[in-house]
């Protein structure tokens, strides 16, 4: 890489013979050759004679290998031209390149997409041959070679040529690795930084050595700045530095400013001269203090002085990308370090955010931007700069905590601030495949005639050639560019989404201490500012459909001068960060909205909420999740202190903690209102655990079993306690008789959902003495109103759904039978459907002697002796049940329940499996379809993949179910075919954006690997 490059004059390809030049060929063959060249994108009248030329046709033909590969080139009469260039320079080079395929491959690929360099590599064997192999640029062999020119020879023409002929050649050899997929483009902006560096290095040691000899009186470093500190250069960029310098030992201050001053003026006449092999770089020192008006170089004390007392915010925004690249590197270090106090400022100034904001707005606003619109790559709309000054912005807000943000350039920060938690995961992702498609068409613009442009050409023809540069062909009628720009433009739409959604996120003003009056949209007077229009195209920019009703429901919260409305202005941007990413942010404003109105006056929630972000988050995250979860914080002030107490979260209550509190509410309440409060009260904290990560879809079916049995209890000691009084009885022991409640279905097996009913049987025992017509005429009005104490809708909704048609002979058979009344009806009457149901009853309220001795006799039926004649009637019913409880317009498919894979296939499968082997092995009995899995499992009746796919359907189902419920869908046994209910029921179970298609590939995964156990294990199959 350090030789200079030499053209080869007087070297001609061999002579051809005449018929050979004069390309006299027979109609017909001429045919064939016109169709070869046309299909290979080259027009043969031009290409013919530039063929013969060139001695690259054999008997009229040319190489088709050749054209194959020409035909890959963007512009394959560039590529040819190139290629016949090289044959007349130089046949045997020309051949060995033929020879190696990748080696021939690099060479058409830049032709064909650079005319500079293709021209370069006509010219120059030397470059030719840099791209045989595939070298990464070194910094300090560049080094060597550009100090090697520089020193010999006194011309500084010769010097600036020969630096620039390194520079062309090192970056013809990137752009074949470049445009053949060999280099990233993280690597190209890499290896373009590391020439620079390179370059500036040998140049600046070299003109040092002249100017100094080896007694220097300064040392010297440069600074990289802008794309060349961040290590993401382009093909043709402004090379931006700043220079430092200090005194070496013993020498005074004035002859170091002297001697720095004639160092760093060779050097950029040097580097910026224009030569016969073009120009080494343009190096632009003018980001340095004052400018074009300052010093070139200064010492760092001096630095300290501008910084401290002059600098600007966007100065300070510079330095961001600040790396010492060249010189004494140890100064280079020294002059950073010096600057971090600047550049993360302990307390960051109230108006910096404002200011690069603005800053962004005035580079919007240049008329180039407007005149070429989303045509311009870095300075449009979704372009570059959108996102450099997003994650710049980002950087300069939680740098100044994380040291681990520092860095310089632009995708390891985004990739920095993605693992911190500072940007969404897929924010991030989405960003930096952007950034990389940018930049990537930005390197083609400009390999074309290796001039700095970003604008996207608009004459269609050039637009094509742009597309095969970047791997798009012409398909059929449509043209390559069709697809390209249709690709850059949803690019580009996705970067400004972004762009408005992090640039403006509300959370930076809140982590950069920034008073209410610049928390944007939720701050009045910034609207009145920007304007409303302006306001509703943010606010519609970071998620909200309904923009408009958005900021009106910002307005009523932050308007006016109360305490609340300061309150509310100072904790809506963290709530706002929050719900522009949960699956309903409209809503969740609303219901935050209405939750503040509930408060009336008191603002003590909100300055809990300011001070605890934790709980800010949470409330966001609810609000803008579910639609129920609203409704119960607004209809229930009470319960807003489930949001300030992280404890009474963190830990489940249990059934004896909440059949305490349920009784409890029954001395000072009416029953009816007491425990439908009291549900709605524990069901708001059961779901913000669910909500907030603080339980498992287990945990969430045992706390709502728990909560179902303390209502039940409640209400049945109530109604025995009322009977007593109204029979003027000490209490319920003196009642004619006992009543015990047995949980059945989901109740039994400790596995509600939200939206479960409770199943239940009735069993009463009628007392010593006393009338059996009597004592069974009060067991049917007690369970009678214990039900109805429950299910009955109110103006406060109902308590719970209580089912008792498990019952025998169903809703057509009393409510409540005795015991004996079971046993008879299970040994004589009961169907195998109905002992099958047994497996679950499990006694859940009043007299437990009587439920446990029902339960025993229920288990003795649930698991027979003989198994044998078990499975036919019970896979007979299932069939039933699916053929027939499944509406018609329903796709089976997507039933939750009783489609195929759905969590019929789960339970009925477990049951089974327990009734066959549940009489013999009494350490199978359980009631939780979990539990028995895991039985099941380890006595070796399920394969371990069996009972994880079990699993896994159960939970996932489960799941499904749940959160349907809290985005309050209609028909929680059906999934949703709409694409934006799929999504918002995808993001409220925690996938991200565009997460429904995951959503249904789980879905069906789960259902095939349920339905294949169900199928093998449940039907025999």
């Avoid at 985004?414 to 990389?436: H, I, T």
């Avoid at 969590?903 to 049951?911: G, P, R």
Wanted: hydrophobic share 40%; glycine share 10%; with cysteine.
């Amino acid at each position: 890489m350090g030789r200079v490059l030499r053209a080869r004059h007087g070297v001609r390809a061999r002579a051809l013979p005449p018929a050979a030049v004069g390309v006299e060929v027979v109609a017909d063959d001429q045919r064939v050759l016109r169709g070869q060249l046309a299909r290979a994108g080259l027009e043969p009248d031009q290409t013919i004679p530039l063929l013969a030329d060139s001695g690259l046709l054999e008997d009229g033909r040319p190489d088709q290998g050749l054209l194959d590969a020409l035909s890959e080139a963007a512009a394959p009469h560039d590529a040819l031209s190139s290629v016949s260039a090289l044959a007349r320079l130089d046949r045997g080079l020309y051949e060995r390149v033929r020879a190696d395929a990748d080696w021939f491959g690099r060479v058409v690929a830049v032709a064909g997409a650079s005319r500079p360099l293709g021209d370069l590599l006509g010219r120059f064997g030397d470059a030719v041959d840099a791209l045989r192999t595939l070298d990464q640029v070194e910094v300090g062999f560049t080094a060597d070679a550009v100090a090697g020119v520089v020193t010999a020879s006194d011309d500084p023409d010769e010097q600036a040529a020969g630096i620039a002929a390194i520079r062309r050649r090192a970056t013809a050899d990137l752009a074949g690795r470049d445009l053949t997929g060999e280099a990233t483009l993280d690597e190209v902006g890499a290896e373009l930084a590391h020439l620079a560096e390179g370059v500036l290095t040998g140049t600046l040691r070299a003109v040092h050595r002249r100017v100094a000899g080896d007694t220097p009186a300064a040392r010297i470093s440069v600074i990289g700045m802008g794309k060349l500190g961040g290590l993401e250069l382009n093909y043709v960029s402004d090379v931006d530095v700043v220079f430092v310098h200090e005194p070496t030992d013993g020498a005074g201050e004035e002859a170091a400013a002297r001697e720095t001053k004639q160092v760093l003026t060779t050097l950029l006449e040097l580097l910026n001269a224009s030569t016969t092999m073009g120009r080494a770089y343009d190096v632009d020192p003018t980001l340095r203090p004052e400018g074009r008006a300052g010093p070139l170089s200064r010492r760092v004390a001096s630095f300290e002085a501008y910084w401290e007392r002059w600098a600007k915010t966007w100065e300070f925004q510079a330095l961001l990308k600040a790396r010492p690249v060249a010189g004494d590197l140890e100064l280079g270090d020294e002059l950073l370090r010096a600057a971090d106090p600047y550049v993360w400022p302990e307390h960051l100034d109230p108006d910096v955010i404002a200011e690069i904001r603005r800053m962004k707005g005035r580079i919007e606003a240049k008329p180039e931007v407007r005149r070429h619109g989303e045509r311009q790559l870095k300075l449009g709309p979704g372009g570059i700069r959108d996102i450099e000054f997003t994650v710049q912005l980002l950087q300069l807000v939680h740098g100044r905590g994380d040291r681990s943000l520092r860095l310089t350039g632009t995708l390891p920060t985004l990739a920095a601030l993605a693992a911190n938690g500072y940007v969404d995961e897929e924010d991030a992702s989405a960003f930096a495949d952007a950034y990389r498609t940018l930049r990537t068409v930005e390197h083609r613009l400009q390999l074309a005639h290796e001039r700095r442009t970003h604008t996207i050409p608009d004459r269609p023809e050039r637009q094509e050639w742009l597309a095969r540069t970047l791997g798009y062909r012409a398909e059929g009628d449509a043209a390559a560019r069709e697809p390209f720009l249709a690709e850059l433009s949803r690019v580009q739409h996705e970067v400004s989404v972004l762009h408005a959604r992090l640039f403006y996120r509300p959370l930076l003003e809140i982590h950069a201490s920034v008073p209410a009056r610049a928390a944007g949209v939720s701050v009045p007077g910034e609207i009145s500012a920007m304007g409303e229009e302006a306001a509703i195209e943010r606010l519609r920019a970071i998620g909200f459909r309904q923009a408009a009703a958005a900021l009106r429901d910002i307005g009523s919260m932050t308007g006016g001068v109360s305490r609340r409305a300061r309150t509310v202005r100072a904790v809506l941007p963290a709530v706002l960060q929050v719900l522009q990413d949960t699956p309903d942010p409209d809503a969740g404003l609303t219901a935050f909205r209405r939750l503040v109105e509930s408060l009336g006056d008191s603002s003590q929630l909100l300055a809990y909420l300011r001070d605890h972000p934790d709980s800010a988050d949470l409330v966001g995250r609810v609000l803008g999740t579910s639609p129920v979860a609203g409704e119960l914080l607004v209809s229930q002030p009470q319960g807003v202190d489930w949001l300030r107490d992280a404890r009474v979260r963190e830990q489940p209550r249990t059934r004896d903690e909440l059949v305490k509190l349920a009784v409890g509410r029954l001395h000072w309440q009416d029953t009816t209102a007491a425990l439908r409060r009291f549900k709605r009260h524990e069901l708001l904290r059961i779901v913000l655990r669910d909500l907030s990560g603080g339980t498992t879809v287990g945990g969430v079916g045992e706390e709502l079993t728990a909560l179902g049995e303390a209502c039940l209890t409640g209400a049945l000691r109530d109604e025995l306690r009322r009977q007593a009084r109204a029979r003027d009885l000490s209490g319920p022991d003196e009642l004619p008789v006992g009543i015990a409640i047995i949980g059945m279905g989901k109740l039994g097996g400790r596995e509600l959902h939200y939206v479960s009913d409770l199943d239940v049987l009735f069993v009463h025992e009628v007392a010593d003495g006393a009338d059996p017509q009597e004592a069974t005429k009060l067991a049917l009005e007690i369970a009678g109103n214990v039900m109805r104490s429950l299910s009955a809708i109110t103006s406060e909704g109902t308590a719970f759904e209580v089912d008792a048609d498990l019952r025998p002979e169903g809703r057509s058979g009393p409510l409540s039978r005795s015991f004996d009344s079971y046993l008879s009806y299970w040994e004589r009457w009961a169907d195998p459907w109905e002992l099958q149901s047994l497996i679950r009853a499990r006694t859940v309220a009043g007299d437990r002697d009587l439920g446990r001795r029902l339960v025993a006799v229920a288990e003795r039926h649930a698991y027979p002796a003989d198994p044998s004649q078990v499975a036919v009637p019970m896979r007979r019913m299932k069939a039933r049940l699916e053929k027939e409880r499944i509406p018609r317009r329903t796709a089976p498919e997507r039933h939750l329940k009783l489609g195929p894979g759905g969590l019929s296939d789960v339970e009925w499968t477990a049951q089974l499996k327990l009734q066959q082997h549940g009489g013999a092995d009494p350490g199978l009995r359980t009631t939780a379809t979990m539990g028995a899995i895991d039985r099941l499992q380890d006595a070796g009746l399920l394969e371990h993949r069996d009972a994880d796919w079990l699993r896994g359907g159960y939970r996932f189902l489960s799941e499904v179910r749940n959160r349907m419920y809290l985005r309050r869908h209609r028909d929680v046994d059906v999934l949703p075919s709409s694409q934006l209910q799929l999504e918002t029921l995808a993001r409220a179970m925690g996938y991200g954006r565009g997460g429904w298609q995951e959503l249904e590939e789980d879905r069906r995964r789960h259902a095939r690997h349920v339905r294949a156990v169900c199928e093998r294990e449940f039907y025999g199959l």
